[in-house]
């Protein structure tokens, strides 16, 4: 047997499954809301014929953190109950047994990063792509600061808006994809990519 067509349902209709073992991280719903703000709900919400959530918690509560009232669904009413209680295992893991072309991926996602593409839509956090995309290099020398020398290597914490952290971070891939540094000690590939967008800066607009 196969599932009815796909159906447009409040939220408020849908009751998630009490047994559900798969948990939803707030981060982790956060990506899902960026993807679905990004793509459009492409992944329908797959429910019984109550109404009762099979598979898609997640992007359930992605939606309403988007303040959606509706989401698609394709109701599963094919099933016996034990296939439903099944699925709703098999759903999450069968994905999670799935692996990756390194190599591949590395290059979809460099090709990204070059074209400026914002890369916080693709489910990957920022030390997931530093380890995809940077490699560890040393610096030529630090370069030259115009209040005077500093110790070898700091620590600088920088505070963004929601609305920048994908332009540096774009900026950041972008940069650490450009010509490697040689004969420093620091093997930070986002240290290299700030320096590197530094630098450039210094290039196009000199000391002022």
């Known amino acids: 047997m196969t599932p009815k067509d796909l159906d447009q349902r409040p939220i408020a209709d849908l ?16 990506q899902i809301a960026a993807s679905i703000r990004e793509f459009g709900f492409t992944n329908p919400v ?28 394709l109701v599963l009413d094919h099933l016996s109950e034990d296939q439903r209680r099944a699925y709703v295992i098999a759903d999450n893991k ?14 979809e996602i460099e ?13 990957f956090d920022a ?22 020398e500093r110790q070898p290597f700091q ?4 505070t963004l808006h929601d609305d920048q952290v994908a332009t540096v971070r774009a900026a950041m ?9 040689s004969g420093s000690q620091n093997a930070n ?7 590197r967008i530094c630098e450039d800066y210094q290039a196009r607009h000199g000391d002022s």
């Open 15 to 30: 009751t998630p499954y009490a047994r559900n073992s798969r948990t939803h991280s707030e981060a982790q719903v956060a």
């Open 46 to 73: 797959l429910v019984d014929a109550e109404g009762g959530i099979i598979a898609g918690h997640g992007r359930v509560l992605a939606a309403q953190s988007l303040g959606l009232e509706t989401v698609p669904v």
């Open 94 to 107: 069968l994905a999670m047994n799935a692996g990756w072309d390194d190599d591949a991926l590395r290059a």
């Open 111 to 123: 090709e990204l990063a070059r074209g400026g593409y914002g890369l916080d839509v693709i489910g």
């Open 127 to 148: 030390g997931e792509l530093e380890g995809l995309l940077a490699q560890p290099t040393a610096l030529d020398e630090m370069p030259p600061l115009r209040d005077g």
């Open 155 to 158: 620590t600088m914490t920088f």
């Open 173 to 181: 891939s972008t940069a650490g994809l450009a010509s490697a540094y």
């Open 189 to 195: 590939g986002n240290g290299n990519a700030l320096a």
